[in-house]
C-alpha cells in the first residue's frame, strides 16, 4: 500500500523532492490497476481547453487529468480568506497591505511513453449531474455531466 502522506524534505527547489514522490505514488497507481478518487472527476465536454479529460476539484487545489499526464495546482496561504471573499472593500485580502499577493505551487507531470488519448472506464459515477455555461459562447457550456467518483485508464502504456 502506498503511503497517502508522503514525507517532507528539504530540497533547495522547494517542493519538487515532494513532487517527486508525489508523482511516483501515482505512477504506481496508474501501473497497478482501477484508479480510485475520493472526489468527483467531472469529464471535459467542451466547456475547458484540451488536452484536459477530466477535472477534480479538492480542498485547496485542483487537479486535472490530461490525455498524457495531470496537472496539479495547489492554492498557497491567503487563498481560504479570497474564497471566503475575507477582503475588505477596495479587494485587498489584508487592509494594512493593500499590496498583499498570494502564492501558489502547480506541476505538470507528463507520462513518458504513455499513449496518447487513453480509453476510461467509469466505475462509479456520483448521483448527481453538473451542468457548465461558461460565457456566452454555448460552445463551451455543457449540459447532465455526470461525474466519476471511480475510475479506469485503459491501455495508459503500450
Known sequence: ????????????????AW?????????????SGPVTWAQDWIPNEGQW???VQMRADWAG??????????????????YDELWAHG???????????????????????HWEG??????????TEAGHKVNYYLG????RWAEGLVPS????LLDVWP
Not at 500500500?1 to 517542493?15: I, S, V
Open 19 to 31: 513532487t517527486i514522490r508525489l508523482c511516483l505514488a501515482v505512477a504506481c497507481i496508474l501501473g
Open 136 to 139: 456566452n459562447d454555448p460552445n
Open 1 to 16: 500500500m502506498l503511503p497517502l502522506f508522503l514525507p517532507q524534505t528539504r530540497h533547495p527547489l522547494g517542493l519538487r
Open 114 to 123: 504513455s499513449q496518447p488519448h487513453p480509453a476510461r472506464q467509469s466505475l
Open 61 to 78: 487545489g485542483i487537479t486535472w487529468l490530461e490525455d498524457q499526464g495531470m496537472a496539479v495546482w495547489v492554492a498557497g496561504e491567503g
Open 87 to 109: 477582503y475588505d472593500r477596495t479587494g485587498a485580502l489584508d487592509p494594512a497591505n493593500p499590496d498583499a499577493t498570494v502564492h501558489s505551487h502547480a506541476w505538470r507531470v
Open 149 to 152: 467518483t471511480r475510475f479506469k
Open 49 to 51: 481547453d484540451a488536452p
